[in-house]
Every structure is written in C-alpha cells, then in structure tokens.
C-alpha cells in the first residue's frame, strides 16, 4: 500500500470519529451523559483503522501496542478522577477511546487542549450558574474532549491538501 492511499485510509476515517466526537459533545450538552455506543464506536473505527495498518506493513509497536498503552494509562488516570468525582464515566471512556488515535505522539496536545477549552467551557457553566440562567452545576466535559479531539481528525487532510 502506498503512503498517499494510506493517508487517504486515515482521511477517511477522520470523518465518522469527527462526527462521533462532535455529537458526544452535543449528546453530554443536552443530557448531561455520553452513551456508551459512542466511545464503543471510536474503538471499533480504531480497530479497524489497525487492522489496515498493520496489514499495511505497519510496525506492532506503532500501529496497536503505543496507542493502546496510551489509552490504558489515561483509562487508569481518568478512573480515579471519576472515583473522586472530578469526571462522569462517559468523559472516561470517551478520553480513553480518543487516546487510542493520538497515541503517545499526541496525548500531551489533546490533554492541553482539553484542559483549556475545559477550563473555559467551566467557567461559562459557573457564569451561567450565578446568573440563574443555568440549573445544572456539571460541566458537560465531553465538549472539551470532542473539541480536543477534532485536530486529530484533521490532520490526515491537511497531509492530502500537502
């Protein structure tokens, strides 16, 4: 396979996890909760994504076993943030899923983008909150997720537009 049809394997799939992302952040907005069938989801275009990868000549390391070490230690960090309360269970498997594509190459952008635009998306729950204009206090975090997962998915187009 060459490198332009790989590209072209990731570009294509970049659309349904940009889609999945965005809705996650619209489902957590309205509900206040990520259904599971979405991260579920995510998993399931990386295995596949995988799978073409390594059936592509891709190194094991590579392809399955740094994305999904990455994904286990965010899992592991992010569950004890939600045994403390700090996270709901959707923004875990969420996070979690979306490590599997940002890999260890990336999970550090994706965490600092995550952060600020949490940090900015709790202070308009807090200003809302003040104003009465909000009831619920939780902060629908799967926004600042999805939001820190779109640049990922834009990457393999800016690599075809190159």
């Not at 490198?3 to 349904?16: D, F, N, R, V, Y």
């Not at 206040?32 to 399931?44: D, E, F, K, S, Y």
């Not at 000549?57 to 569950?79: C, D, E």
Request: proline share 4%; charged share 10%; hydrophobic share 60%.
């Amino acid at each position: 396979m060459t490198t332009h049809t790989q590209i072209w394997m990731e570009a294509i799939a970049a659309l349904p996890v940009a889609g999945i992302l965005v809705l996650s952040g619209l489902t957590d907005l309205r509900e206040r909760r990520i259904p599971n069938v979405l991260p579920t989801a995510l998993v399931g275009i990386w295995g596949v994504l995988t799978a073409a990868r390594l059936i592509a000549g891709a190194g094991l390391w590579a392809a399955l076993l740094s994305p999904a070490l990455t994904a286990a230690v965010v899992f592991a960090v992010t569950a004890m943030l939600f045994a403390r309360g700090a996270l709901g269970g959707g923004d875990v498997k969420l996070l979690s899923a979306l490590a599997l594509f940002a890999g260890a190459e990336a999970i550090l952008a994706v965490l600092i983008i995550m952060g600020l635009t949490g940090g900015l998306l709790a202070l308009a729950v807090i200003i809302g909150c003040r104003m009465g204009a909000l009831k619920d206090q939780r902060v629908p975090y799967g926004i600042a997720i999805g939001m820190a997962g779109l640049p990922l998915c834009a990457g393999p187009w800016v690599a075809l537009a190159a």
